[in-house]
Structures are given as C-alpha cells and as structure tokens.
C-alpha cells in the first residue's frame, strides 16, 4: 500500500502540465443538478417524503442561498430522497437522471465546454471539481462522451437511514480534496460562479467567475482583487 501511494504521489510530483480547475453546475451546465434530481425523486408518488423535512421547509428560502445553508440543505435531501432505498438502487436511478439530464438541448454551457477543450488542446492538466455526487457527474460527461479531465466530486454512501455524503465537496473540502489527490499549487487558472467557490478560486493565479451576480462578483473582488476576471458565458 505505501509503495503504491508512493508511487501515485511521483507521478503527480512529475507532472508539470498547468492545472485548470472547473467547476460544474452553474459553469459548465446550467442547473443545479443534483437539486433537479432531488426535485424529480420529491414529486409525484415520492412527494410524502417531503413530511421528513417537514419542520425544516418553511427555512428553505433563507438557507439556501447561503453557503452553510446550502450545504445543510444538500445532506438533508440526500438522506430524505433515499431514506429506505439501497445504494445500488440510488446509484442506479442517479445515473439514469444524469443520462437523461444531459440529452436535454441546452444544459451545457457551451462556452465552458469550448474552454474546457480548449485548455485540453493546450496540454493542461483540466480537473473538474465540484460538490457534486461523482456518479451524477460522472453519467452526465459520459453520455456526451465529454472526458480527457479529471473528476473531484464529493463521495456518497449508502446506510440505515439512506445515502450520507462521506466527502462533501464544497467551499473550504475543495482545497482539501485537491491536496489529497496530489494537485500542486498554485494553479494556473480556475472557474467558478459562486461564493462557495471561493476556497478554490484562491489557489489560482487567474481566478475567473463566471455568469455570477454584480453581489458575488464585489464579494469575490475584495476577497480577490484585481486578479479576478469575471466571465459572460453563453
């Protein structure tokens, strides 16, 4: 085992390609996936699942857009959505929503997946890092043969009570999920559309914020400066 993460820590020490980092909903597709996904499981026949979260919905509009909240919001509708169901079952029905997500015209952005080709053609090393489940995301670039890049995402596990996120990739895990994967700093240039981007887009030597608010873009400029680049994509 040690010789192995030896080996995987070499091979990460000798790569000198620029590192770009994306991330995923709100840059390179449209939505907020996995709340879409979350939406579709609540609707329907599956809309009684809403009365586990009962005390917690009047809460909503004012937890989700900040960034705790949001995060709070995300772990408690994973579990809600999944309560009762296997894991194999929620990887499953996960999948075939991104499949599906990903045929609908326009979700993408498609100056991002320009950029993101772009930066491949260069010879950079392009890593999409998102808190998002890996196996969404993951459906979703498959079905559009969208690959080449790597992929830190959060990581999700099934258990008594329905799937828990084991790896919450947002806001401060970014940088950390970067470093257990080996990924040198600086790097290069990063994308993101939020505040809880933020955490990431400081590891970067151009940062760029894409398709954000004229709020996010004063926070983010004074968390930033003038290295900051702001970005109208289509």
């Keep these: 085992m040690t010789q192995g993460m030896d080996t995987v820590a070499a091979e990460a020490a000798a790569d000198t390609r620029r590192v770009v980092l994306f991330d995923f909903d709100g840059v390179i ?63 499953r029905h996960i999948a075939a929503f991104g499949r599906t997500y990903a045929r609908r015209p326009g979700v993408f952005v498609r100056d991002a997946v320009a950029a993101l080709r772009r930066h491949q053609s260069m010879g950079d090393r392009v890593i999409i890092v998102t808190g998002n489940d890996a196996t969404l995301v993951q459906a979703i670039l498959d ?47 990063a994308y993101g559309d939020s505040l809880s981007d933020l955490p990431m887009l400081r590891l970067a030597d151009a940062p760029r ?24 994509w289509f």
């Design 143 to 189: 079905e559009v043969n969208l690959g080449g890049c790597e992929l830190v995402a959060s990581r999700t596990k099934g258990g008594l009570f329905g799937m828990r996120f084991v790896v919450h990739n947002v806001d401060t895990a970014k940088p950390l999920s970067l470093q257990r994967a080996g990924v040198p700093r600086p790097c290069a240039v």
């Design 29 to 91: 597709v449209r939505h907020q996936t996995l709340e879409l996904y979350f939406r579709e499981r609540l609707s329907g026949f599956g809309r009684w699942r809403l009365l586990l979260a009962l005390p917690v919905l009047p809460f909503v509009p004012m937890l989700l857009p900040r960034v705790g909240g949001s995060r709070f919001l995300g772990r408690l509708f994973l579990r809600v959505t999944t309560f009762g169901r296997r894991e194999a079952t929620y990887r």
């Design 209 to 232: 914020l894409v398709n954000a608010r004229e709020k996010t873009i004063k926070k983010m400029r004074k968390a930033l400066g003038d290295r900051l680049d702001t970005l109208d």
